[in-house]
């Protein structure tokens, strides 16, 4: 894995170990980490797994799925590692993508519709939005834990009193910000929402000095991030753990 991807993977499995510490349901061991986040489908996941146990690892995992002791979904950045899927069903690939801010055009980004939240209440309207955006349950108790967090920022994009769109941006410990939860509810699509919030976070990374902005691109994500200088490092992949 080159330098660059792992520094793109490690922001996405900075903050879920961050929302895991927050909210007190971390798992860690030398092999691989978990977020079991109760009444929330994000970040409920097993990621981070040690290279070298790959396969040992992802067949304890399933086990302690199936027993309930760990979440059924697991995120991979190494598929290629991944031999046997009797057990898993694919459910994405994202593509893992920077932007290195030293040679982009400084930003110049000002949208009264885009507002940092803070409040309990505000937390309530991200974590309504994100759930529409993304199709999964986002817990607002979880939204307003980690907006108390410096290094993490959320924001909503709000027209005629309507929260359209949400995004959050991650500083992690090499100082790349990281940009998560880019989303827009059915009704607010096509008005190009998702890329006033891609710019407000890149004006954000830029006020803190963000050497790279790194993100994980859908298939339907890619060519926009692309227009903005972004450059694809590697992939991850998302499976469920089958019941029997």
């Known amino acids: 894995m080159s330098t660059m991807n792992s520094q793109i993977v490690g922001n996405l499995f900075e903050l879920w170990s961050c929302i895991g510490e927050l909210t007190k349901t971390i798992t860690k061991n030398d092999h691989y980490n978990a977020v079991s986040v109760q009444g929330s489908d994000w970040p409920y996941r097993v990621f981070q797994f040690d290279i070298d146990h790959y396969a040992n690892s992802i067949e304890e995992v399933i086990g302690l799925s ?3 002791k760990l979440p059924e979904l697991i995120t991979i950045d190494q598929p290629s590692l991944i031999k046997d899927k009797e057990h898993l069903q694919f459910l994405m690939s ?3 993508m920077a932007l290195d801010m030293s040679v982009t055009n400084h930003f110049h980004h000002d949208c009264s519709n885009i507002i940092s939240i803070n409040t309990e209440k505000e ?3 991200f974590a309504e939005v994100a759930s529409r955006s993304f199709g999964y349950k986002v817990d607002s108790s979880v939204v307003y834990t980690i ?3 410096e290094k993490i920022k959320a924001f909503l994009y709000t027209e005629n009193d309507q929260s ?3 995004g ?3 500083v992690d410990n090499s100082n790349n910000a990281g940009f998560h939860m880019i989303g827009t509810v059915p009704e607010g699509r096509g008005k190009g929402i998702g890329k006033l919030i891609t710019e407000r976070l890149i004006v954000e990374a830029q006020n803190q000095d963000c050497p790279y902005c790194v993100l994980h691109a859908s298939a339907m994500g890619e060519p ?3 227009k903005y200088g972004f450059a694809v490092y590697g992939e991850i992949e998302t499976y469920r753990i089958l019941k029997d």
């Open 66 to 68: 199936l027993q309930g």
């Open 94 to 96: 994202q593509k893992n």
């Open 123 to 125: 937390a309530i309207y």
């Open 147 to 149: 907006i108390q967090h």
């Open 164 to 166: 359209l769109g949400c």
């Open 168 to 170: 959050i941006l991650f």
């Open 224 to 226: 926009i991030y692309k």
